[in-house]
């Protein structure tokens, strides 16, 4: 009988380490919904009822820098024209420059705050739509429990509302998978009712 050498390092991966790398993976958990980050973590998956099926989950968990950079290199745009057409400008005092400075570059302020009021997460079953905030507090809103439909001031995002002061927040970077999941459900299971979404976001 003959025996084979095989060298440590290659071939397959160990179970436990595939199994250590699976929660990471890209997960799809319903048909036609988009992918899921993974496997819903513990403190999120205590959210959903007892034998509630999951259709797809999504969470804002970090400040997105794009758009305060792109927000950024406008007011600095427009503080480099000052400066071409109006050099004297800089000549003012500190106490008549601040002000003019400050409306300049709020807007920098702003989006710093939407991406820090956006952190949440987002999960959609078959059917209802739940949002998690960071620390913790969850509210929950039936798909045919949506009345109004609007853009989020506060986030950039979408806001659901429900009856009896139900709110919810989608931030920007959820909104289109988040429709989508909810897409796929609600069709199937719910019939058109009258709710005042003049964004047509709800499908």
Not at 79 to 85: N, P
Not at 147 to 154: E, G, H, I, P, Y
């Amino acid at each position: 009988m003959a025996l084979r050498m095989i060298e440590g390092g290659k071939g397959d991966p160990p179970e436990r380490e595939r199994a250590a790398e699976a929660p990471y993976a890209p997960r799809t958990f319903a048909p036609g919904a988009p992918p899921s980050p993974g496997t819903l973590p513990l403190e999120l998956a205590l959210h959903l009822r007892g034998g509630e099926p999951l259709v797809w989950w999504g969470s804002k968990t970090e400040l997105s820098l794009r758009p305060v950079f792109a927000v950024a290199a406008i007011c600095l745009t427009v503080a480099l024209l000052v400066t071409a057409f109006a050099p004297e400008f800089w000549l003012e005092p500190w106490e008549s420059l601040w002000p003019p400075l400050a409306a300049l570059f709020s807007p920098v302020a702003v989006v710093i705050v939407r991406e820090l009021a956006g952190r949440r997460s987002i999960l959609v079953t078959d059917a209802a739509i739940v949002e998690v905030s960071r620390r913790g507090a969850a509210q929950r809103l039936n798909f045919d429990g949506i009345k109004v439909v609007r853009r989020d001031l506060l986030t950039g995002g979408i806001r659901l509302d429900g009856g009896g002061g139900q709110r919810l927040r989608i931030p920007p970077e959820l909104v289109a998978d988040a429709r989508k999941a909810i897409a796929c459900q609600r069709r199937a299971k719910f019939k058109p009712t009258a709710i005042d979404d003049p964004l047509a976001w709800l499908p």
